[in-house]
Structure formats: C-alpha cells, structure tokens
C-alpha cells in the first residue's frame, strides 16, 4: 500500500468542504491546509538537501585539493 498523496488529500478535503455545512467545512479546510503546509515543507527539505550535497561536494573538492599541496 502507497502512502496517500498529500496535495490529493488536500483538494479532495477542499471538496468536502464546499458540501459540508459551515462547522465541519471548518475543518475540512484546516486539514487541506495541513496538507499544504506538509508538501511545502517537504519542497522545502528537498531543495535544501541538493544545496547541501553540493555544498559538501565543494567543500571536499577543496579539502582534496589542499591536501595534495
């Protein structure tokens, strides 16, 4: 079994809450923004763990390249 898709589970609780009466649209909303909130941090991870790698790539680049002296 796959893990549910959080952008699926976001737009399928904005759905909901465009039917549901306006206490449980409530929180049909806030779980769709949890959702969002859940893809945007891991964007976020994502981006910073390729800088990061190309960081140490760098770094041990120049950390080679001092020792060879």
Same mark, same amino acid.
């Given at each position: 079994?796959?893990?549910?898709?959080?952008?699926?589970? +976001?737009?399928? $609780?904005? &759905? =909901?809450?465009?039917?549901?009466?306006? !206490?449980?649209?409530? /929180?049909?909303?806030?779980?769709?923004?949890?959702?969002?909130?859940?893809?945007? +941090?891991?964007? $976020?991870? &994502? =981006?910073?763990?390729?800088?990061?790698? !190309?960081?140490?790539? /760098?770094?041990?680049?120049?950390?080679?390249?001092?020792?060879?002296?």
């Amino acid at each position: 079994m796959t893990a549910p898709n959080p952008l699926h589970v +976001a737009n399928t $609780a904005q &759905q =909901m809450a465009r039917a549901a009466p306006k !206490e449980e649209a409530v /929180v049909f909303n806030r779980v769709a923004m949890v959702c969002m909130g859940v893809m945007a +941090a891991a964007s $976020a991870a &994502q =981006m910073l763990q390729s800088l990061l790698l !190309e960081f140490n790539k /760098v770094h041990d680049k120049d950390r080679a390249g001092s020792r060879s002296r």
